[in-house]
């Protein structure tokens, strides 16, 4: 299995300890954009998602991984595989940096290639693909300097606020 850590952060499991922290993220109405959220969630529904996060991603087509500071135990972040397609051998990807601070650190291009080794060697993927909001630049360089490929714009795709904002769909194929 590839590793899930490197010197400065790791990838793990949620925890129950983890449900405050994502009240405060699924809450925030600044990145629902980012989900397609439109409503608050609860307590109680984060908590029954947290009781039903330890099955397998072939069951639950997905995997949500928190990240994780190696110094301090921190939690700053989430990276999730999503609409995991076995059959096809892909998966969608989707990454948060919780708090302004932690941004610009590496820590999200530590997370993605933690997660491409996974996603590639462990689940043997053949590609991964992910959809980002024009307006977006930071996780479109992000996601461009890993190597993922823009294939595809929706165009006025993404309702925020009153305007209308086209989406890139980006694939990194494994060769």
Not at 21 to 27: G, Q, R, S
Not at 112 to 133: D, H, M, P, V
Request: charged share 25%.
């Amino acid at each position: 299995m590839q590793t899930l850590e490197n010197s400065r952060i790791q990838l793990r499991a949620l925890e129950p300890e983890d449900l405050d922290i994502l009240y405060l993220w699924e809450n925030d109405p600044a990145i629902w954009h980012l989900s397609n959220t439109l409503t608050p969630f609860s307590k109680y529904t984060l908590k029954k998602y947290l009781e039903q996060a330890h099955q397998d991603i072939f069951e639950a087509k997905q995997l949500r991984l928190v990240i994780q500071k190696k110094s301090g135990s921190s939690v700053i972040g989430a990276i999730d595989l999503f609409d995991f397609d076995p059959f096809n051998q892909r998966a969608g990807v989707g990454i948060l940096i919780g708090s302004e601070d932690d941004r610009n650190q590496g820590f999200a291009t530590e997370a993605l290639e933690s997660l491409r080794g996974y996603a590639f060697g462990t689940l043997g993927l053949k590609q991964l693909y992910c959809n980002i909001c024009e307006d977006n630049k930071e996780s479109l360089n992000l996601f461009i300097k890993q190597g993922y490929i823009i294939t595809g714009q929706k165009k006025d795709w993404i309702k925020k606020g009153d305007q209308w904002l086209s989406e890139y769909f980006l694939q990194l194929v494994r060769i």
